[in-house]
């Protein structure tokens, strides 16, 4: 595969990529307007199915004082994945990973400063002393210390 024709294979699964991200973003913005269109409704969560016992009876509709909680926790978790999708296509953040990434920052900026800034010596370093090889102590030097 020659240059031409990969740089052309790059530019087609790009507006590839660009259609579906632009069809998923349509998809969410809908799915987003028809939970609104359901919370707008007052006795949406005090709606209730009931069904008769005979066969030939058709489920019929009641609105009842007590809500339905399953249906309240299950438009929670509707709500609470489609806030993560939107902020995933979108690429937004959320305050917590906003903030991480200011921390992220922050340090990374300390960090450069500190190998950019020459070191002031202190009087306290350490390190290792290096010395020449005629400043090393002979056999004989060491006869001191078997006792001749």
Do not use: C, W
């Not at 632009?22 to 949406?44: F, G, I, N, S």
């Not at 058709?58 to 939107?86: G, Q, S």
């Not at 002979?138 to 006869?143: K, N, Q, T």
């Amino acid at each position: 595969m020659g240059k031409k024709s990969a740089k052309i294979n790059k530019k087609v699964s790009a507006k590839g990529e660009a259609k579906r991200l632009v069809a998923l973003q349509a998809a969410a913005e809908d799915m987003m307007a028809a939970v609104a269109r359901t919370l707008r409704d007052p006795y949406q969560f005090h709606r209730y199915a009931i069904s008769g016992k005979a066969e030939d009876k058709m489920p019929r509709e009641v609105i009842l004082a007590k809500a339905d909680t399953k249906a309240m926790r299950d438009m929670a978790v509707v709500l609470k994945d489609m806030t993560a999708a939107v902020r995933n296509l979108y690429d937004i953040g959320t305050r917590s990973e906003e903030s991480a990434v200011e921390i992220a920052k922050a340090r990374l900026l300390l960090e450069q400063e500190r190998a950019n800034t020459p070191k002031q010596p202190t009087g306290k370093e350490g390190g290792i002393v290096v010395l020449p090889p005629d400043h090393f102590l002979r056999e004989e030097d060491l006869s001191f210390l078997k006792g001749e």
